[in-house]
């Protein structure tokens, strides 16, 4: 029981999910600003949302990729490429998984108002083009941007099943364009790299393979400079999205805030750094640095909203993925700060 426990717990991708499950959440507290009421409930409920949509991506992606995956030491051991979980089983759990998301929304948020069928609209796009990403994903070097858009319209989720009458703030604004960057930088940038060494065994299309990163038999990686300025410019750009809500739109960040916003990009320009330089995909170099990013990939809406959540509730957002990740990922008889995409 606990080696099946360990299987489908890789299967459902469990130690990365406290992060990956924060996007309709975000979405919801986004409309704080224009003084909707949240509680708890609906934090949870937006939670819950997020995180089955992230096991449905997940699970439909390695029921698709079994062949490629075969061609990687990373991925050859995944529960579908031994059988130790069959195809089935994948397939009952990625049908539950759209089943239960559209049962919390119409059994806690159903009301006849333009607001809910922008809600249900987005939950099928963010579904739709997710299941586009994993078919047809590695068939066309833009389809990174697909699973980025994917992402975005699971912002909206929360955003339209809390909102009364439809409004966006500009928090909510900002939110959905940085989680397009902070996804369009796992998938084509950090994704990329992590599979360059057997992607093109396949004749497999992305971004990466496009614009010339190259692996040795050696396991050395060559990243070109083209490569390196588009995923910095997706971080740098990031960062700078921090700032508009103060800089355009006089939202009332203290001074002790707006040092917490300069902190948290430096630290994140600084690790992408240190991966775009990186030399070598031996060990686990690749596993860590992808580990670090899905870590900090959602540190930096908490602080955005800083103006409209208090301190504790920034935090808990923040320490959630990561005490999230402790707990599951020796749970899931896997190694601390390894691969959490």
Same mark, same amino acid.
Request: with cysteine.
């Given at each position: ?69 075969k061609l990687s030491e990373d991925t050859k051991k ?35 108002? *333009? ?45 339209? @099943? ?13 939110? *959905? ?82 040092? @917490?916003?300069?902190?948290?990009? *430096? ?28 870590? @900090? ?45």
């Open positions: 029981m606990p080696k099946l426990f360990f299987e489908y717990a890789k299967l459902l991708r469990l130690p990365g999910l406290g992060g990956l499950s924060l996007a309709p959440v975000f979405g919801a507290l986004s409309i704080l600003s224009l003084g909707v009421k949240i509680d708890y409930i609906d934090i949870l409920l937006m939670f819950i949302i997020g995180l089955i949509s992230a096991i449905y991506s997940f699970v439909s992606n390695d029921i698709i990729d079994i062949e490629i995956d995944r529960p579908l490429v031994t059988g130790t979980i069959s195809i089935k089983s994948a397939k009952i759990i990625s049908i539950l998984c759209i089943i239960i998301a559209f049962i919390i929304a119409f059994f806690f948020y159903y009301r006849p108002h *333009i607001s809910f069928y922008l809600a249900i609209l987005s939950m099928i796009l963010a579904a739709i083009l997710g299941t586009i990403y994993n078919v047809y994903g590695k068939k066309f070097a833009t389809s990174s941007i697909v699973a980025s858009i994917s992402e975005s319209f699971l912002v909206l989720v929360g955003v339209f @099943l809390i909102s009364p009458d439809a409004s966006l703030s500009i928090f909510s604004w900002v939110i *959905i364009v940085l989680m397009f960057n902070q996804t369009l930088f796992m998938t084509a940038v950090i994704g990329g790299i992590k599979d360059a060494d057997h992607d093109y065994l396949l004749n497999v299309k992305n971004l990466a393979l496009k614009s010339g990163v190259k692996v040795t038999e050696n396991k050395d990686i060559f990243l070109p400079n083209s490569f390196k300025l588009f995923g910095f410019s997706l971080r740098f750009s990031s960062a700078i999205l921090l700032f508009i809500p103060i800089l355009f739109f006089n939202i009332d960040y203290k001074i002790w805030q707006i040092a @917490l916003l300069l902190f948290v990009s *430096i630290f994140v320009l600084f690790f992408s750094i240190k991966l775009l330089n990186l030399k070598n995909l031996k060990g686990d170099n690749i596993a860590r640095f992808a580990g670090i990013q899905g870590i @900090l990939r959602y540190t930096f809406v908490p602080f955005l909203l800083l103006p409209i959540i208090n301190i504790t509730n920034s935090l808990l957002l923040i320490i959630l993925p990561i005490i999230w990740y402790i707990i599951f990922t020796p749970l899931s008889g896997m190694k601390l700060f390894k691969n959490v995409m």
